[in-house]
């Protein structure tokens, strides 16, 4: 089955250190990959995404994230972490769901990330 | 900017009212979608649609339904409220392109008593 995986449930890194927030999936074909933040009360905001090139993708308030295809993963990274970075990160991947081109995501069941002054 | 208005950000029903919870987005986006987030269970697809008055059902539908009159408004219905549809329903667009970012609404908290 097509599915995204988030391993860790809850990631927790002090203020200045670099952070890590994991994410695999297991799809066919080439994968269109996301991520995503989530502030309290709030919708989700796109950070970066993966379509096709450079393996290490660059995106918003200075996180990165880099595609290992042999290892199925798209690991979201920041080298230095910030107290306001804390909230709620969900990584999907784009699925094709008919003849037609349309796609859907699959999505992660989410890490939350805590970053202690 | 990107914007995507879900019209209530707080909402509180009793059981087996009609709900309505309505979107709007300015960008021309052809496909429209929506999700309830619950904790522990991330976000699941309710409805989505790629183009006016087509619509296909999620991975959730049973208790919804959706209207899309208009390319830029997708309106999620509960015809009969019920307590475990309690949640946040969020809204989202794209454009139908392979690859291209869905953008998301604030979110829309539903309390059903």
């Known amino acids: 089955a097509q599915s995204v995986a988030q391993p860790e449930d809850q990631v927790n890194v002090a203020e200045g250190n670099p952070l890590t927030v994991k994410c695999t999936y297991s799809?066919?074909?080439?994968?269109?990959l996301f991520w995503y933040v989530q502030y309290p009360n709030r919708g989700l905001q796109f950070l970066l995404k993966y379509i096709t090139g450079d393996n290490l993708v660059k995106g918003s308030y200075g996180f990165e994230a880099e595609f290992n295809k042999s290892q199925t993963s798209f690991h979201l990274k920041k080298p230095s972490a910030l107290v306001s970075d804390s909230a709620l990160y969900f990584c999907?991947?784009?699925?094709?769901?008919?003849?037609?081109?349309?796609?859907?995501?699959?999505w992660g069941l989410g890490t939350s990330l805590a970053v202690n002054p | 900017d990107v914007k995507v208005t879900q019209s209530s950000r707080y909402l509180v029903k009793r059981t087996g009212e009609k709900v309505f919870l309505e979107c709007v987005q300015d960008?021309?986006?052809?496909?429209m979608f929506w999700y309830r987030q619950d904790p522990g269970l991330g976000l699941r697809l309710i409805y989505f649609s790629y183009d006016v008055k087509m619509k296909e059902k999620g991975d959730i539908p049973e208790g919804y339904s959706v209207s899309r009159e208009k390319k830029e408004r997708f309106s999620l219905i509960l015809e009969s409220a019920s307590t475990n549809q309690t949640s946040m329903y969020l809204c989202?667009?794209?454009?139908?392109?392979?690859?291209?970012?869905?953008?998301f609404g604030e979110g829309s908290w539903l309390t059903v008593v």
């Open positions: 989202a667009s794209s454009l139908i392109r392979a690859g291209n970012t869905i953008y």
């Open positions: 799809v066919s074909g080439n994968p269109y």
């Open positions: 999907a991947v784009s699925l094709l769901i008919n003849a037609g081109n349309n796609r859907k995501l699959i």
């Open positions: 960008m021309d986006h052809e496909n």
